[in-house]
């Protein structure tokens, strides 16, 4: 599966509207070369936007990305994984290697909700090139912590099942959304959800309730089916859950990441040609609601 012919073909990155907000919209709306600015990031970095060679579209955002620094910020006992080191440097190295200048930092399972590191890598990028989304502690977050977030560059909270493996009742978890979406409404922010697609099906009315914008995490996880025969046969319909997943993004405040294909092909990548279906069908029938990570 080669996400990056797709992405130019359709555009499928994240739109700058999404999380940068449309006040924000005449920093952020496509790539820069500003080898003056004042971001740490910018003046370690040669600036430059080189679309002619990369393909990169203008105004692309990398949509997904986790800043690891386990030597200074060791993750939590108990984390789901044992990361390996990827600083905002290495990140700033492989976005420019590819001519995309704008990313969005998505707080990583391991760090819970201190989201120090994330804070720090928001602000070493500067306001122009980043935007962050957060865990949160919704019992315990005040309000005036919201705000010095959004003020950073927050623009999104993440609620994460999938990294830590929880099986919530489905109706504790539309609570935990209520709350989430309750908090993050005020400052126009995006809930994002690592779920099951499955548990996206049980969840397909009560989406559109929560009054924010929602993203779904790597295709909406799907469950996907060993091949046999010709992956490009598969019917993505057959997929639990692909049907809700389809109705919500069409309409209109739901969003899906074609991301993280590794995670759920039945086969070796680089290219996870079992997800190809799944990909062309969500391009078909909802190309202006995907975002793309690499």
Request: charged share 20%; glycine share 8%.
């Amino acid at each position: 599966m080669r996400l990056w012919n797709n992405a130019q073909c359709y555009h499928g990155f994240w739109q700058a509207a999404l999380l940068v907000g449309t006040s924000d919209m005449a920093a952020g709306d496509r790539c820069r070369c500003t080898p003056h600015s004042r971001s740490v990031v910018e003046q370690r970095t040669v600036s430059s936007c080189n679309v002619s060679t990369t393909g990169m579209p203008d105004g692309a955002w990398d949509s997904h990305l986790h800043v690891l620094d386990p030597v200074r910020y060791p993750p939590l006992p108990g984390a789901a994984y044992r990361p390996g080191v990827h600083t905002v440097w290495d990140n700033a190295i492989f976005e420019h290697s590819i001519g995309c200048e704008h990313v969005v930092m998505v707080q990583p399972s391991i760090y819970g909700t201190d989201n120090t590191l994330l804070m720090e890598s928001l602000r070493a990028y500067g306001s122009e090139r980043a935007r962050g989304v957060v865990v949160l502690d919704v019992a315990n977050t005040t309000l005036a912590q919201l705000e010095q977030w959004d003020a950073i560059g927050v623009r999104g909270a993440r609620i994460n099942l999938q990294s830590r493996n929880i099986s919530e009742p489905i109706e504790k978890l539309k609570e935990t959304l209520k709350q989430h979406a309750d908090a993050v409404r005020p400052f126009g922010w995006v809930l994002q959800l690592y779920a099951r697609m499955d548990v996206i099906a049980s969840l397909e009315p009560f989406i559109p309730t929560l009054g924010v914008r929602v993203v779904f995490d790597h295709f909406g996880d799907p469950d996907m089916p060993k091949p046999s025969g010709n992956p490009q046969n598969l019917d993505p319909y057959t997929i639990v859950g692909f049907g809700a997943l389809v109705r919500l993004l069409q309409q209109g405040e739901t969003w899906v990441k074609i991301s993280g294909a590794y995670r759920l092909s039945k086969l070796p990548g680089p290219d996870y040609r079992d997800m190809d279906p799944v990909a062309r069908e969500l391009f078909r029938v909802a190309p202006s609601r995907l975002t793309e990570a690499f």
